[in-house]
């Protein structure tokens, strides 16, 4: 993997914002003079897109939906991420795994010692170890003001009409994903308008010297 090889991903329950500063964070970065990978998961390759819709829409039972989600993580490693980053792109992804412990494990109550061991196969890496982002921004925003952003925006998908119980547990699994790897996790406070959260962004991204 080259030494310029940047992995950034971004986390968040739906309506938190993070989308809209993929975006803006692409743009600081070509304007310092890098090239930029972006993507998204479930998604990224022709094959994950197809297992997103069937993700998305189809109902499946949490382990059927687990094998589909690491699949397609696998497919967009080999097909998009490694190769990016072996190039020396900045690769910046719209949620990888600490999604799927959030809205799997502790959204839908399935097994983290199960999805430990997929993460363990399908992101290993050189050494033994595993491929994980070197920064994740986790935009915390309360599970409630994220469905008043929510309401009407579109038809929801099956995550996106969940109550908001289930948002509340997927928020927690975040809380405890940044626990367990705090040097990688930064919160980034999404219950403010938009300015101060890019403002909290490039300060975050900054911090680890990534940008000038």
């Known amino acids: 993997m080259s030494e310029n090889g940047l992995f950034i991903s971004f986390e ?61 993580r696998r497919d967009h490693l080999q097909g998009v991420i490694i190769p990016a980053l072996t190039r020396g792109d900045v690769v910046l992804c719209d949620r990888f795994t600490d999604a799927t412990f959030a809205y799997q494990g502790h959204g839908r109550g399935f097994d983290l ?35 008043q952003r929510l309401a009407g925006a579109r038809l929801p998908d099956k995550f996106e009409s969940q109550p908001q119980a289930f948002f509340e547990q997927v928020a927690a699994g975040y809380a405890a994903r940044m626990r367990a790897d705090p040097g990688r996790f930064v919160r980034i406070n999404a219950h403010q308008d938009v300015t101060a959260v890019w403002e909290e962004v490039q300060a975050a991204v900054r911090s680890k010297a990534y940008l000038p």
């Open 12 to 72: 968040g329950i739906d309506g938190a914002g993070k989308s809209t500063h993929v975006g803006q964070l692409a743009q600081a970065f070509r304007a310092a003079g890098r090239q930029v990978t972006l993507t998204r998961e479930p998604g990224g390759t022709p094959l994950a897109e197809q297992l997103r819709t069937l993700i998305l829409s189809e109902p499946m039972d949490p382990l059927t939906e687990a094998l589909l989600i690491f699949a397609a």
């Open 113 to 147: 010692t199960v999805l430990s061991a997929l993460e363990h196969w399908v992101q290993a890496a050189g050494g033994g170890g595993l491929l994980q982002p070197a920064l994740t921004l986790w935009f915390d925003l309360p599970a409630s003001v994220a469905a």
